[in-house]
């Protein structure tokens, strides 16, 4: 029997890599001939997959991680009918049906077939459904011809992996978060985060047409990695406020747009800066967002949270301003990014050369065996989006 290897979670903080089953064209006891069979050519590394990695969630021990996957298909279903052996595709992280109501309304990040607790399912990731991962050497898809991305050109898109492999993810979700808070030509944009996401979302901004990107966080490292792509930066540590940091780049304490990268394990700003204040960057936003304007807010919030120092943030209730962003009018949108609805066109404006993700979001290409270390690396703050490499694939590019 062929052999396969995951990183698996095993307690907080400690990651390993495990012999897992070969996957098969199962679900349960039953056949899933809609599905197909992986040789995982990249798997990334992901902030939210940090969050469990840290205790921060009620995943179980041995979870297989991983929920941004590009790979080449080896097995196909008996109903698959698009997708071929062979092919190089992107695997979107929301795992969707395509037969649901939220599907054929293009909400596939809330899928309601795939996973019995709630909608929306996703691969390698607590609560979303029980899905094996993919941070490993093969993994198996379901409702293949639907969830899946083919690119065009095999070897083209070996030659752009590294920015192709942010097309399961981080790319769509910062677009997304982009979009959903009204970025366009000539907008002034502040995006709080520079960890993969945000800087994925000021690449997109750029794309976008925006006039000015600032990009708000305390490492020192990831601001450096946002001001070499050409965004302006506010140090959230410092004692200026945010509002204060914003004027001095554009000459107003406001901007047009604001995004949410960030997410539950927030940090405060100012003198708060070490400490966790899980509402403090929806505040912040609320504060510096225009009247009128809106916020995107592609950071992960949940439901239960163990490791918050507060009863209420155990259950995701947060110390909101929703009064001010009332006053202000804001439009608020949260939730999974529906990557479908975006991938196909980020795949074209990176064949074309329009946007350069993995240059913004510094991918570093690592072994499967490098796998832990990675996750140390990430979690100390590296700017980097480390991507596992398992078979070698693109290291020989």
């Not at 050519?41 to 979870?63: F, K, W, Y």
Request: aromatic residues 6%.
């Amino acid at each position: 029997m062929a052999s396969n290897r995951g990183l698996a979670y095993m307690e907080p903080g400690r990651v390993e890599v495990q012999s897992i089953d070969f996957p098969k064209l199962a679900l349960g006891n039953r056949k899933c001939d809609h599905g197909v069979i992986l040789k995982i050519v990249s798997t990334n590394i992901c902030g939210s997959d940090q969050h469990m990695v840290r205790g921060r969630t009620t995943a179980p021990r041995g979870l297989i991680l991983g929920h941004e996957i590009t790979g080449e298909v080896i097995e196909a279903g008996r109903d698959v009918e698009f997708i071929k052996t062979g092919d190089l595709v992107s695997v979107p992280f929301n795992i969707a049906c395509g037969r649901c109501r939220n599907c054929k309304e293009g909400k596939t990040g809330i899928c309601l077939n795939v996973n019995p607790a709630r909608p929306g399912a996703a691969y390698g990731y607590v609560d979303m459904g029980g899905w094996v991962g993919g941070q490993a050497e093969y993994v198996m898809v379901p409702y293949a011809d639907f969830n899946l991305l083919k690119f065009p050109d095999k070897a083209q898109a070996m030659e752009k992996i590294r920015d192709l492999t942010c097309l399961s993810d981080i790319l769509p979700t910062g677009y997304h978060g982009a979009v959903t808070a009204g970025v366009g030509t000539g907008s002034i944009v502040y995006v709080a985060g520079a960890g993969p996401v945000g800087l994925a979302c000021a690449a997109a901004c750029h794309l976008l047409g925006a006039a000015c990107v600032i990009v708000g966080d305390l490492n020192p490292e990831r601001l450096a990695q946002a001001r070499s792509f050409g965004c302006e930066t506010v140090d959230v540590s410092r004692s200026a406020s945010i509002a204060e940091q914003i004027d001095n780049i554009v000459g107003a304490p406001e901007v047009d747009c604001a995004v949410d990268c960030v997410g539950f394990e927030a940090r405060g700003h100012g003198e708060d800066a070490r400490k966790e204040v899980p509402a403090a960057v929806l505040n912040s936003l609320m504060g510096i967002a225009r009247a009128g304007g809106a916020i995107g807010i592609p950071g992960l919030y949940v439901t239960e949270d163990p490791g918050a120092l507060d009863e209420r943030a155990k259950l995701g209730n947060l110390t909101i301003r929703i009064g001010l962003g009332w006053a202000k009018s804001h439009v608020f949108t949260t939730g999974q990014c529906p990557v479908m609805k975006y991938n196909r066109q980020l795949m074209q404006a990176i064949l074309y050369g329009k946007i350069q993700v993995a240059k913004a979001v510094n991918v570093t290409v690592i072994s499967l065996d490098q796998g832990p270390q990675g996750y140390k690396d990430f979690d100390k703050g590296a700017a980097r989006k480390f991507v596992i490499d398992p078979h070698g694939s693109i290291s020989k590019n």
